[in-house]
């Protein structure tokens, strides 16, 4: 299983897939702002998305895992 953690802490502004979707690398699963900035967030892995932990309008902190794929 794979993890996808926020690379800093900011707001969830998008969420871009749902359990069971196939995903691979270089895919967005979120989007994040943070610094008045919008931050894709990408998945480093091919995979399938068994738990999306983060729905929008949610704040993460650093290093909080988004979405986590098997």
Known sequence: MAEIKAPMGGKVIK???KVGDQIGEDDE??????????MPILSEDDGTVAE???EAGQ?????????VLS
Do not use: C
């Not at 699963?29 to 919008?38: D, N, Q, R, S, T």
């Open 52 to 54: 999306v932990k983060v």
């Open 15 to 17: 969420v871009s897939v």
């Open 29 to 38: 699963v979120a989007v994040l702002e943070a610094m008045k900035m919008e």
């Open 59 to 67: 704040t993460v902190e650093a290093e909080q895992v988004l979405v």
